[in-house]
């Protein structure tokens, strides 16, 4: 990856990270390793958008008492 990809990308998180400060949305700290390792280019956009997920339904099981 390019250093002007990454240098696009950490842009694109602190933007992110912004509006969700401006929203009140926590940014859990899972989240942030997760942004970090796709600005670094170790993670593929797909791969984010699926650990994510996952892990959001795991946190909606819970507080169902499905797990």
């Given at each position: 990856m390019s250093t002007a990809e990454?240098?696009?990308?950490?842009a694109a998180i602190k933007t992110a990270d912004a509006?969700?400060?401006i929203e009140?949305?926590?940014?859990?700290?899972f989240a942030r390793?997760?942004?970090?390792?796709?600005a670094r280019g170790e993670l593929t956009?797909?791969?984010v958008q699926d650990a994510l997920w996952l892990y959001h339904q795991q946190i909606a099981?819970?507080?169902?008492?499905?797990?």
């Open positions: 990454q240098k696009r990308r950490i509006i969700n400060a009140g949305a926590p940014i859990s700290d390793k997760l942004s970090n390792s796709w956009d797909e791969q099981e819970r507080v169902n008492g499905h797990a």
